[in-house]
């Protein structure tokens, strides 16, 4: 939607390109060879340092000046495609005339010429062809929405709404308008979820990953209030500055369309750092699924040999941003130990909505082993492979005890929730269930990739020394 999103894509593409580049010539060299036009087996020339940097450098400024990588949203694939082959032109004009100056003999610019940017060409016009592909197929299939609600009326709050709706492959999705005091009762026939006194609730009731404020000039004072209450929750925070002017240089401006806003975070939002998480998340929990499969298949034996049941246990948990899923853990309680809650609350060892039980009685005898060491937790890598959860994050929580949070605790859904965090590392259930939040929030407001690695790190030997486990 916005400009980190085509920032992000901008650096994947301008990277794709340099590698793309740099396999032109080997490629073309194999097609001269397939047609005859060279000698079959003959060696590929090496690339000499000046030609090789000539091109890449080149590359970079030929496609700047060609604005290669800026937003291609209102052009089309044809105008796209005849901007690579002016940049590639001017590429190869200039490549020729270096390698012509300094006499470099084997050159694979010499000796391939225009098979070898010609080659360069199909690649790169290949690729925008399958981008181009693959974000129509993402569209078609609402893959990875994020929900969004627009606090305004009148023709601005519509006229977001359209622009937003235009750009299908930003992959927003829209709930419905919220009215500001003042508003009209409806806003066209467009569907409207309540006032603004409703937001509260309406946060709490519906999955709403951003909130989009279109307020009208002079009608400031209503905003501040409901400003705090989305970066309490974790929920981002977008202003339309349409018709408003000095914004502070300290705030991030994005935009929209033809519309400039101001974007209010309190989540991490580092797009390189949260792509290498997720890459993480996918190499750590698939290899863990394959090096532990041994393991899998012992603990699996082990549950169904001592107690009557399945082996895995299924329970709803509250995700990123309310989003509910299948949580699965090892079951380490006999069959019907959810329905047996209500009579042990009394014995609850944990202050807040959550409930833990040193002796709880419910435990299987294999359970109490697998909680000691948390192989009870390891189905859960299969919650990361799906992208429900991540390696690192917090403790995803049940459905009825997020609707006991305070406002200030449901920050903590606005990042996926992980096997491990801060908690787990800090004792555990050894610490309470305020300090367990504050906890989640710090790692939040902290959060790097690095810190993620170095929390994964942490988590071998408090597993191992069954720190804080019950």
């Known amino acids: 939607m916005l400009r980190e999103y085509s920032r992000s894509l901008s650096t994947l593409l301008r990277l794709s390109d340099l590698v793309t580049l740099g396999a032109a010539w080997p490629i073309a060299h194999l097609a001269m060879q397939a047609f005859g036009w060279a000698p079959a087996g003959a060696g590929f020339p090496e690339p000499p340092l000046l030609g090789t940097a000539v091109v890449l450098f080149s590359w970079i400024g030929a496609s700047s000046v060609m604005g290669l990588y800026g937003s ?59 981008l181009r592909l693959a974000a ?50 409806e806003t066209g026939d467009a569907l409207v979820l309540g006032s603004l006194g409703d937001l509260p609730r309406l946060l709490g009731d519906h999955v709403i990953d951003e909130v989009i404020f279109t307020p009208r000039r002079g009608r400031l004072d209503w905003m501040e209030s409901a400003v705090q209450l989305c970066q309490e929750q974790g929920v981002l925070v977008r202003i339309v500055l349409d018709g408003f002017a ?32 997720r890459a993480f998340d996918l190499l750590a ?52 130990a959810e329905a047996e ?82 908690w787990q590392v800090s004792g555990r259930n050894e610490i309470d269930f305020e300090q367990w939040m504050r906890l989640d929030l710090a790692y939040i407001d902290g959060w790097s990739f690095w810190g993620d690695i170095g929390i994964c790190l942490k988590t071998v030997p408090a597993v191992l020394f069954a720190r804080g486990a019950r």
């Open 72 to 130: 291609q949203r209102r052009e089309g694939l044809r105008n796209e495609l005849a901007g690579l082959g002016k940049a590639v032109a001017a590429v190869a004009l200039l490549a020729l005339a270096v390698a012509v100056a300094s006499r470099s003999a084997g050159s694979p610019v010499l000796d391939l010429g225009l098979v070898g940017f010609s080659t360069a060409f199909l690649l790169l016009a290949s690729s925008r062809v399958v």
């Open 136 to 185: 129509n197929f993402v569209r078609r299939r609402n893959y990875n929405l994020r929900y969004f609600a627009v606090v305004g009326s009148g023709e601005q709050a519509e006229a977001v709404v359209a622009q937003v709706a235009e750009q299908a492959h930003w992959g927003y999705a829209f709930l419905g308008y919220v009215r500001e005091p003042g508003a009209p009762a």
């Open 246 to 277: 000095g914004a502070s240089s300290r705030l991030s401006v994005t935009e929209a369309g033809a519309h400039a806003m101001l974007t209010i975070s309190s989540t991490p939002t580092s797009s390189l750092g949260l792509w290498a998480k």
């Open 285 to 336: 929990s698939g290899t863990a699924l394959v090096l532990l499969s041994p393991v899998l298949i012992a603990v699996a034996v082990a549950i169904r040999r001592d107690s009557a049941g399945p082996v895995f246990f299924k329970q709803r948990r509250v995700g990123l941003n309310g989003r509910e899923f299948d949580f699965y853990k090892f079951r380490s309680m006999r069959v019907g």
């Open 341 to 422: 809650l209500a009579l042990l609350r009394a014995s609850n060892e944990m202050d807040g909505p959550v409930f833990k039980m040193r002796l709880d009685p419910r435990i299987t005898r294999v359970g109490r082993f697998l909680r000691k060491t948390s192989l009870d937790e390891l189905p859960q890598f299969w919650n990361v492979l799906r992208g429900q959860m991540s390696l690192v994050g917090p403790r995803p929580p049940l459905p009825a005890e997020v609707r006991q949070y305070l406002p200030w605790q449901r920050r903590r859904l606005s990042v996926k929730p992980g096997i491990t965090c801060t």
